[in-house]
Nanobody, 125 residues
Framework: EVQLVESGGGSVRPGGSLRLSCEGSGSTFDDYSIGWFRQAPGKEREGISCTFSGGNTVYIDAVKGRFTVSSDNAKNTVFLQMNSLKPEDTAVYSC???????????????????WGQGTQVTVDA
């Protein structure tokens, strides 16, 4: 079993930046795909990125060019760098992992096996 803990959320003004962390324990990320999701109040959970175990990352259009996923393998931690934040980015952000077992819908939450608890990001003037 994999445990995930997110951190780094907070409140920023539009145009600001935050870096979220997702630290894993119980297993390394070597054999997992890693997704970042967000859920705004009253909305469904939305997948925003998926990083394959080979290292490639796919982003949804709404965050492409503003958000970047990176990792520190020694710390078993994945980061979500969020720049040029907008009010519509306000949400609870969660990371999730999916054990490698073939093709899947990258941004569908029920494809993922383990989840962190989430961290709140608020973008407000």
């Amino acid at each position: 079993e994999v445990q995930l803990v997110e951190s780094g959320g907070g409140s920023v003004r539009p145009g600001g930046s935050l870096r979220l962390s997702c630290e894993g324990s119980g297993s390394t990320f070597d054999d997992y795909s890693i997704g970042w999701f967000r859920q705004a109040p009253g909305k469904e959970r939305e997948g925003i990125s998926c990083t394959f175990s080979g290292g490639n990352t796919v982003y949804i259009d709404a965050v492409k060019g503003r958000f970047t996923v990176s990792s520190d393998n020694a710390k078993n931690t994945v980061f979500l760098q969020m720049n040029s934040l907008k009010p519509e980015d306000t949400a609870v952000y969660s990371c999730a992992v999916r054990a490698n077992r073939g093709s899947f819908a990258l941004f569908r939450p029920d494809e993922y096996d383990y989840w962190g608890q989430g961290t709140q990001v608020t973008v407000d003037a």
